[in-house]
């Protein structure tokens, strides 16, 4: 049935083996860094290499600051704690998303509130946000936004730039301004992905990013929050390097700190990878503009970037009639050795989140049963 599909994959990534979702590339340039590092003893969290990768990485997004961290998990939780989230605070998040951002809120002992999605763009819609805090939340004399309901202050709201595409970041930035809450970006899937020339993740006061292996760069497992303020810069540096007091010799922590330093060994790959992050970027691209156009002749929907913004395209996502259709072809290309998967279960329907404040998700659950993922990756052809 899917069968002209399956070609069209094939075609793209021209072989007979298993096709990937998303493989990494990984070259000569990978181990000559690694080996260098390996020669040099500094393997794990101090060294020159993790610092270049920060600096990279900060000048390559156009923010002031970057802080590498262990994988793009803890890089959120150390942006919730240093955005001030505490013990019982509200954080506003979406339900699409990978089951990390609302594991960061409850890493906090907070509660994430689950507000529904945009289906042109897959990322938290700003009217749906604009409408809870209306009819649910108010500015009181500390300064603070107040759940009415709950009793609670709702902290910080952390929008996920689904799949690489941008979400309305702008207008989301202007409604947390004026609700006084933290806006941390979840652009754990987004780098290279841009708003009106802004990259994902530095549109808010702090952005986070993951390295994992399946994302469009890879330092194996690796993360790192993003932020142009300073002082908020300085505190994830002491968080996420045990909260030791700088000294030559002493070993002071001056509170409860994480160990969630990214090791220089980890950079070292990062810093290879980075080499060729525009060439990836546009070989993505070019992917997804081969998958809209034989989409357009076959009749599937892909959901293509919104005009304004540029996407990495990290997973190419169509939308298909119902969850039966989604879960045939599901069948029908993994059968074939092509691995394709559908959106992650809707994160509020997790047991530790059935609590959980929400409205009512309507295209949050339309879009789950629709969503496909198909394969992505750079070809290994074109290495
Ligand atoms: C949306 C989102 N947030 C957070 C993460 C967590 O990143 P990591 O796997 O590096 O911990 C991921 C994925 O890996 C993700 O897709």
Same mark, same amino acid.
């Given at each position: ?25 990984? @070259? ?22 993790? $610092? ?23 890089? =959120? ?57 209306? $009819?649910?939340?108010?500015?009181? !004399? ?43 970006? !979840? ?8 708003? $009106? ?7 808010? !006061? ?14 194996? @497992? ?16 002491? =968080? ?8 030559? /010799? ?43 156009? /034989? ?48 959106? /992650? ?13 929400? !409205? ?5 659950? /339309? ?12 070809? $290994?052809?074109?290495?």
């Amino acid at each position: 049935m899917f069968r002209s599909l399956i070609d069209f994959i094939r075609k793209i990534y021209g072989v007979n083996r298993f096709i990937a979702l998303h493989e990494p590339v990984i @070259g000569d340039l990978e181990k000559e860094y690694i080996n260098k590092v390996l020669d040099s003893g500094f393997v794990s969290s101090v060294g020159e290499e993790v $610092k270049e990768f920060e600096r990279q990485i900060s000048s390559f997004v156009g923010a002031k600051f970057a802080i590498a961290t262990s994988n793009g998990t803890s890089a =959120l939780h150390a942006a919730l704690l240093v955005a001030g989230v505490q013990p019982k605070d509200e954080v506003i998040t979406q339900s699409l998303t990978f089951v990390a951002t609302s594991n960061a809120i409850h890493y906090c002992n907070a509660n994430p509130i689950f507000i529904d999605v945009d289906r042109s763009n897959l990322g938290l819609s700003e009217d749906s946000l604009e409408d809870f805090l209306t $009819k649910n939340c108010e500015i009181r !004399d500390d300064g603070f936004c107040w759940n009415r309901a709950t009793k609670k202050i709702v902290r910080a709201c952390v929008p996920m730039h689904t799949f690489g595409l941008s979400a309305n970041l702008f207008e989301i930035r202007e409604i947390c301004n004026r609700y006084n809450i933290v806006l941390i970006e !979840d652009a754990a899937e987004s780098l290279g992905t841009k708003n $009106k020339n802004s990259h994902s993740g530095t549109i808010g !006061d702090l952005g986070i990013i993951s390295f994992n292996g399946n994302k469009i760069i890879t330092t194996g @497992g690796g993360g790192i929050v993003v932020t142009n303020n300073q002082a908020m810069a300085r505190k994830l540096k002491h =968080l996420t390097t045990t909260a030791k007091v700088s000294h030559e /010799w002493n070993f002071s922590h001056d509170m409860v700190g994480y160990n969630y330093r990214m090791p220089n060994l980890n950079a070292a790959l990062g810093l290879a990878q980075l080499q060729r992050l525009n060439e990836y970027i546009q070989i993505k691209r070019d992917i997804a503009l081969s998958y809209q156009s /034989w989409g357009e002749r076959n009749g599937f929907n892909f959901v293509k970037e919104l005009s304004g913004t540029r996407s990495n395209y990290w997973l190419n996502t169509m939308l298909v009639e119902d969850r039966e259709v989604r879960d045939l072809l599901l069948k029908e290309t993994n059968d074939h050795s092509i691995m394709t998967r559908p959106a /992650w279960d809707p994160v509020h329907l997790m047991t530790a989140n059935t609590h959980c404040q929400r !409205d009512s998700l309507e295209n949050t659950n /339309w879009l789950a049963d629709r969503i496909i993922n198909l394969p992505s990756g750079v070809p $290994k052809n074109e290495h």
